[in-house]
Every structure is written in C-alpha cells, then in structure tokens.
C-alpha cells in the first residue's frame, strides 16, 4: 500500500475507509461487474455453494463486510430456509442492497466486524467476501467470529490474491496497476477509492500466509481454494467442536 494513502487502513484511519465506500455505493455494484469482467458473481456462486455442501439450508448465517449484500442475496437463492444477518460499517451500502432481498429471515445491521453485536456461539456460519482487506487488525476479527460461532461452526472468507505474485505471465499485475483504478476513478469520479483498492490488494497476504494466520488466532482447521488462477481465493476455517456431550 502506498505511504501516505488518505485511506491506508490503519487503526486510526478505519473512518476514512468506512467513509470512502459510502461514497463509491452508488456506483459499487457496477464498477464490482465491470472491473472484474462479471468473474465476481461466479466467485460468490462458489462461496455460496461450498456453503450449501456442508450446511443444512436452516442455518443461522451472517455475512460480514456485507456491502450491498450481493452475498445475501445469493444464499437466499440457494438456502431459503437460511436466517440471514448481513453487517457492515456503510449503511448506505446495506441500504442500496436491500432492493435485492426477498428474505423474511434477513436483518442489516451498521456495526464493526471488531464489535460483533451477537451473542457467543448463536451463529452457525460466517462469510465474508473481499472486506478482510479493510479490517486492521485482523486478529481481533478473528477473535469476535470465534466467539459467535457454534462450535464446529464455520467461517468462509473470499478475497482476492496477493498481487506480489505475477499472474498470467504479469497482465493481471498490469491491470491491477494501471487499468482498474483509472477505469474505476473514471466512472466513480473517485480515483483514490480504486487507487486503494489496487494498493490494497498488492500489499495483501499471499494464501498461505493467510491460512497461518487463520490458524493462529484459534481456528481448528483452515484450507483454501484457488479461483481464477489465482486472483482470488476461497478460505474455509472451522471452530473447534465442543468436547462436552
């Protein structure tokens, strides 16, 4: 990431970033299918339907960083008998979504995924989809989903791949680089939001490193899956089941 960005997440300037979205929301869906050439509605339909292979569809799901709850909306396509808790710090992006729900079971909440506003071990699965970026530090997240999580419950993050590594032979770092944020500055009128979401994704962990980490703030088991050849991964990390019978 690049010093002196206005919207570096650091820990005193989490506002700026909370701040930026709520600008970009009217224009955040769109700019999400142009810049991605549609590949983010195929990366979710994934999420949602690992989710689906090993969940009964009446779980008590929430989705973290929920935007305009693009993630919401797949699960109550393919779970409708799932209860639906989206949360984010933008209301208006939580707002601009709700068009986009048919659920009854469904409540929006603007709250910080560092405060989770729930109850210990009330949820039974958590998503989170390309916000882990935007949360520093990370642990304390962790930390909150593995207190509202059932044990042997389940946590599914999508979130696009380190930019240090070269992809398809160095065009999607070219794009990365210079594309994605004078398109997307081009159609928002906001270019430091997309110059922070290109820096944001090249200072990101590697897969890897991010699954040590999973792991070290007290997950039981943590795994992942290449999409698209590796521009983003799918990580999936269950909370130890509880030993009392």
């Keep these: 990431m690049k010093s002196g960005s206005p919207y570096q997440n650091s820990l005193g300037q989490e506002h700026n970033v909370g701040s930026m979205f709520v600008r970009i929301t009217k224009w955040y869906d769109l700019l999400n299918h142009i810049l991605s050439l549609g590949t983010d509605l195929y990366w979710r339909s994934q999420l949602i339907k690992t989710i689906a292979r090993s969940h009964p569809e009446n779980i008590q799901l929430l989705d973290l960083a929920a935007g305009t709850l693009d993630v919401c909306k797949a699960t109550q396509k393919k779970m409708s008998q799932a209860s639906i808790l989206a949360l984010d710090l933008a209301f208006p992006m939580i707002y601009q979504g709700l068009a986009k729900i048919s659920h009854l079971r469904f409540l929006g909440l603007c709250a910080d995924a560092k405060k989770i506003p729930i109850r210990d071990e009330s949820i039974d699965c958590v998503t989170m989809a390309f916000g882990i970026r935007n949360i520093v530090p990370r642990h304390i997240a962790y930390k909150e989903i593995l207190r509202i999580l059932v044990p042997g419950g389940s946590l599914y993050i999508l979130e696009f791949g380190s930019g ?40 990101f962990p590697k897969a890897d490193e991010l699954q040590s980490e999973i792991l070290f703030s007290g997950f039981h088991r943590v795994t992942f899956k290449s999409l698209s050849f590796g521009i983003a991964y799918l990580h999936m990390a269950t909370k130890a089941p509880s030993l009392v019978h």
Excluded: C, E, R, V
Aim: no cysteine; glycine share 12%.
């Design 164 to 203: 240090q590594q070269k992809i398809g032979w160095g065009l999607y770092n070219y794009y990365l680089d210079h594309i994605l944020p004078k398109i997307g500055g081009l159609i928002s009128g906001d270019p430091k939001a997309y110059s922070y979401l290109s820096d944001s994704i090249k200072s």
